[in-house]
């Protein structure tokens, strides 16, 4: 009798064909298995190495340097500077907080332009008390306007650092820290180790420690070099996936060629607090204090369908010849949070021709020298620069003009909207491509005109006739 090998009891299994043929199929069966493990686990590599990888700041890190000093009779003093090197997300009010733990019985003796938010025990120490004797010190920056002595260059902001793009010369924040029981030469020290960046929520992930050549630096008269006793680096990046499970703002979109408005999806950023959101004519917000912060943060949003704090709005306003124009709100949706140095990041093919913006400040970027199709916009200096709480002035807006490629401008499918946007440094959730605003269809106004156009022709023959 005939076997038939098209037919097989369950996958992997042949009967009654040659050692040879069986060998094959088995390897390949077992190929077959391993294949969900093996995809399994590349998925898990590819993720694992992307959860702090933005493909818009692919370079973008917070980098804390330790620059040893000077020694001391038992340790050293460091000068610690935090450089923020993403070019749209700043770290907001209520700034950084920075952790490390000691790598053996170290000890804070003193600070300048910081301070550990606890002391820990100190008990076994007499006369002298270390400003911080707990081995996992958590450090925060220094409120504006403490007194000349106890600043340092830097320091001071309340922890607010300005993003390298916007702003490179407040994109710093620095102290200085005097340790003691710790090693007092380049052999000896330990460096902290389980480094924790707060900015000023959970998203950040620090690497370890790291020995580089000692940091350079010029004297006042800049003529003399000299160069620090000892230098590492910790490197921070940032996830969204970290520091939440839904987005923080959302997109809406409308057209001057089609009445309808594609408003934010549903729930956009989650709907955990519509029990405890407030309508817009709600009484309580006339109460004292409505718009104070709280110490978690817990935010008061006003109740909205897509429940975000943040939504920003792209219409396409006007079609020229040779340019064409969008308008872009920004609307604030809690009452217990103002943003300041706000940055919003968008992608689209036309940013590369950008004419003018109107109102915001704006500033190509380029992570990938060939592509230009990604902009930053953010508010001028003292006047728009802070959006407010929610509100009638809970909003910003600006209008940009761009020029026209012939090759690739259009208005159909949703060209004219953005590919991507960012506040913050988060991405916001876009509208479903099918709801975007479309075209009008000129085929149905096409057939009427042309049947007009016909019977008038018809009409004006039999005049003749």
């Not at 709600?282 to 817990?298: H, I």
Request: hydrophobic share 35%; with cysteine; net charge positive.
């Amino acid at each position: 009798m005939g076997i038939n090998r098209n037919r097989e009891p369950f996958p992997g299994y042949t009967m009654g064909i040659q050692d040879k043929d069986c060998r094959v199929q088995c390897r390949f069966s077992s190929l077959t298995d391993l294949r969900l493990p093996i995809s399994v686990f590349f998925l898990f590599a590819i993720i694992s190495h992307a959860v702090a990888y933005d493909p818009l700041d692919p370079n973008g890190n917070v980098t804390i340097k330790w620059d040893i000093v000077s020694w001391t009779a038992d340790g050293y003093v460091a000068a610690v500077t935090m450089n923020n090197f993403q070019m749209y997300r700043h770290i907001m009010t209520p700034g950084w907080t920075l952790g490390w733990a000691w790598a053996k019985k170290e000890v804070i003796w003193s600070m300048i332009g910081a301070q550990t938010t606890e002391q820990g025990d100190c008990s076994k120490f007499k006369g002298n008390v270390p400003h911080c004797c707990k081995k996992t010190p958590t450090v925060v920056d220094l409120l504006p306007g403490v007194p000349y002595n106890q600043q340092f260059t830097n320091c001071c902001k309340g922890g607010v650092v300005a993003s390298w793009g916007q702003d490179p010369s407040a994109s710093v924040s620095a102290f200085q820290v005097s340790v003691g029981l710790a090693g007092t030469s380049n052999k000896t020290v330990k460096l902290p180790k389980n480094f924790t960046l707060l900015g000023p929520g959970p998203g950040y992930t620090c690497g370890p420690a790291k020995i580089v050549p000692p940091t350079t630096f010029l004297t006042a008269d800049r003529r003399r070099k000299t160069q620090a006793l000892m230098t590492w680096n910790v490197t921070c990046t940032y996830s969204q996936f970290l520091a939440r499970k839904n987005p923080s703002c959302c997109v809406s979109f409308s057209s001057f060629y089609n009445e309808t408005i594609t408003p934010c999806p549903s729930c956009a950023c989650g709907c955990q607090n519509k029990h405890n959101c407030v309508k817009s004519d709600s009484k309580l917000l006339t109460k004292v204090g409505v718009n104070t912060p709280r110490k978690d943060n817990s935010p008061l949003l006003q109740c909205t369908h897509h429940m975000c704090p943040v939504r920003i709005h792209w219409h396409v306003k006007l079609n020229y010849k040779d340019y064409w124009r969008a308008k872009l709100s920004i609307t604030n949706f809690n009452y217990r949070l103002n943003y300041t140095q706000w940055t919003l990041v968008a992608q689209h093919p036309n940013l590369n021709n950008v004419t003018q913006v109107f109102s915001f400040d704006y500033k190509p970027l380029v992570p990938y020298q060939s592509i230009n199709d990604t902009g930053m916009f953010y508010g001028m200096k003292f006047y728009n620069d802070l959006l407010m709480e929610a509100g009638p002035l809970g909003n910003v807006q600006s209008e940009v003009l761009l020029q026209k490629d012939k090759d690739t401008f259009t208005l159909k499918q949703g060209w004219a909207f953005p590919r991507k946007v960012y506040f913050n440094g988060d991405e916001c959730m876009l509208p479903p491509p099918d709801t975007y605003p479309y075209l009008p269809n000129s085929a149905f106004t096409n057939s009427l005109q042309f049947t007009a156009l016909a019977a008038s022709l018809i009409f004006l023959l039999m005049a003749i006739g």
